[in-house]
């Protein structure tokens, strides 16, 4: 079923026929042979995405209480954090960080940037005073990249936990896990997964469970230990009733990512955003963000001064059927954000960027009718089949 919306949002994303129809199946009890086989495949699935031998628990809640649950495991009173804020959900976690009495010390950086490894370097320098580092790998608030990679290298020769935020990234980026020595990743179900909100994904490294043993933050529904104890020893069961629908849906959308390959899947995303980016420039709009930093699942575009965003956003949506956002904070009405991350196919983009064109147009702009499209249909041509 492909019904008639453009889904272009940063999540909740479309979701495909084969896994809506598999949330619709009948319900299943919690602590049943199914329910325990649903939630081992799932759990496989994900080994796989995360590229991780760690535990993968599966919590019932959105991608916030993914996060607001790796800080109360991992942290204890008195702690001390490094938290690396490129955006909007950057400065999610370091608050969340705040309210459960841990002390945050921010490296902010200009909104539409990537973290730079030298400032994190330079801070680390010659301290044992942090527990552990908070960063954002995908911060879709400003369609930015950070590498977890050296931030992971860092993190290890001075003995801190790395925590990332992978809610809009994991899936449709490339993350490795245990490579790059990340020792907890947060994601959630509706945005590169492809499936219904509802449920968040957590990896959890050896490393970390040691600090989770220690950790004294109160926590009951989030407490790790159980979810592991769930885990292993029921078998796959988890402590408290699961999101058994949307895991539905996710096993489906799991399966789907596994036939088309991860490789193949990053390379797709990769060819949607270079074809979404060519045609915005080639119309004439300003990018927020660089080349060299850009997200492979969200672009943020300037808005021309002449173009209000709920206007756009309205128009898009009543005339032609497609969805896009804004974005937060300092940059609210400032952008416009096209998410291209999960199931997104060429003709998603194309309809965008047609439908972009004509509101634009229609707005005043100087825009030539399909000149955004061709330069994506270029993009698609040379990039072959993928
Ligand atoms: C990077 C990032 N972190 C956290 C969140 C919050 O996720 P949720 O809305 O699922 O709680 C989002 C949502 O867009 C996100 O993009």
Not at 9 to 30: E, K
Not at 102 to 129: P, Y
Not at 241 to 266: K, M, W
Not at 299 to 318: C, D, G, I, N
């Amino acid at each position: 079923m492909k019904n008639k919306r453009t889904m272009m949002l940063p999540g909740p994303v479309d979701v495909s026929q084969h896994a809506l129809l598999s949330s619709a199946q009948r319900m299943i009890g919690h602590r049943t042979k199914e329910c325990e086989e649903l939630i081992a495949e799932v759990t496989q699935g994900l080994k796989y995405v995360f590229q991780t031998e760690h535990d993968v628990l599966t919590l019932t809640c959105s991608g916030t209480g993914g996060l607001e649950a790796s800080i109360a495991n991992t942290l204890s009173r008195g702690d001390k954090v490094l938290s690396l804020c490129t955006g909007a959900f950057g400065e999610r976690y370091a608050t969340i960080a705040e309210r459960y009495g841990i002390e945050v010390e921010r490296i902010n950086f200009e909104w539409g940037e990537a973290v730079d490894i030298s400032k994190v370097e330079e801070k680390l320098e010659g301290t044992d005073q942090f527990k552990a580092i908070l960063m954002t790998h995908n911060e879709t608030s400003t369609g930015v990249i950070n590498h977890p990679k050296p931030i992971g290298r860092l993190a290890q020769e001075h003995n801190l936990l790395l925590l990332v935020d992978a809610v809009s990234s994991l899936g449709g980026i490339e993350l490795k896990v245990d490579d790059w020595k990340a020792d907890i990743v947060v994601t959630s179900s509706q945005k590169a997964l492809m499936s219904p909100p509802g449920v968040s994904l957590v990896s959890v490294s050896p490393k970390a469970f040691e600090a989770i043993e220690s950790s004294d933050l109160p926590k009951f529904y989030w407490d790790f230990r159980r979810a592991k104890k769930f885990l292993v020893e029921r078998p796959n069961q988890t402590p408290a009733t699961p999101a058994i629908s949307t895991l539905r849906a996710l096993q489906e959308a799991l399966r789907e990512i596994r036939n088309e390959g991860l490789e193949n899947v990053f390379k797709r995303h990769e060819v949607m955003t270079m074809a979404f980016r060519q045609a915005m420039e080639e119309l004439g709009l300003e990018l927020l963000v660089n080349d060299k930093v850009a997200s492979k699942t969200v672009t943020a575009v300037k808005l021309p001064s002449k173009v209000k965003f709920e206007r756009l956003k309205e128009r898009l949506l009543k005339e032609y059927n497609v969805y896009i956002t804004g974005s937060k904070g300092k940059l609210k009405g400032r952008v416009f954000r096209v998410g291209h991350m999960g199931n997104v196919s060429r003709d998603d983009i194309l309809s965008t960027i047609s439908a972009l064109e004509l509101v634009l147009k229609n707005e005043g702009l100087d825009i030539e009718l399909g000149s955004g499209v061709k330069a994506a249909q270029q993009v698609f041509y040379k990039e072959g089949s993928n």
